[in-house]
């Protein structure tokens, strides 16, 4: 029998999810259906409800449920609970596992894709919010030296700290992790280089630009856009400003996409191909 799953969203209709998980799925040989369900601002619980009422076995979830899909989850992954917010539901019985593959797409397109290793690399996250929340612990998982930069300090710290703590719990059978973090604001960044930029902030959506200093970036650096399909300011700045290699988020989207097709399935589907095809689509 088809099994069914969905990505949940408001709005949803950009979404390439769909088309991912249909070339997954077909690449594995999984019977599946996965569709695009826009649910109501007010209802994003009612929704899952209704979807593991009907039997879906599975949910991705985007803006702006992600926090309130961790408040219904009922078991998490240390990912989920270090990022407070879930992008991927698993529905087995009564439990609802919360995970955030987010972080673990970010660290395997830069590695596997890009082929830029992050252990003992200096890593500059810019942002706090969501999507940093999301991506910190598997950064310091893959070795990453990290700080953490956003224009409210306490934001950066906090997050910081709780990556930290997180890391250093986990680190019982994993001694090599770095478990020391950096929360600082942007006036802390001058003098300094990073081997390693992601921008993990929406100033790509308003076309802002960021206060970074011109010499940010160390020789062969990488900077990486977390937003996919357009060339943002940050973009343009790091070209402009020593970068080596620039990319957006394309990959994230489509190792973040396999990595709940994993949890799901237990088949850990191509992602090479997947991404080349939809760059084609840009």
Partial sequence: MTERYAVIGNPISHSKSPLIHKMFAGQTGQDISYEAILAPLDGFAATIERLRNEGYKGCNV?????????????????????????????????????????????????????RITLNNKRVL???????????????????????????????AQVLAIRTSNKAQELATSQTSVQTQILGCGYDELFGKQFDVVINATSAGLTDSELPLP?????????????????????????REHGAAVVSDGLGMLVEQAAESFFIWRGVRPETAPVIEALRKFQ
Avoid: C, W
């Fill in 214 to 238: 011109a010499t940010l970036f160390a020789s062969g650096a990488l900077a990486y856009d977390m937003m996919y399909g357009r060339v943002t300011p940050f973009m343009i700045f790091a």
């Fill in 125 to 155: 996250l810019i942002g706090a919010g969501g999507a940093a929340n999301g991506v910190s612990l598997p950064l310091m998982h893959a070795g990453a030296k990290l700080t953490i930069v956003n224009r409210n300090v306490d934001k």
């Fill in 62 to 114: 985007t803006v702006p449920f992600k926090f309130e899909a961790f408040q219904l989850a009922t078991q998490f992954t240390p990912h989920a609970l270090v990022a407070q917010a879930v992008n991927t539901l698993k529905f087995d019985g009564d439990t609802i596992l919360g995970d955030n593959t987010d972080g673990t797409g970010l660290a395997r397109d830069i590695q596997f894709h890009l």
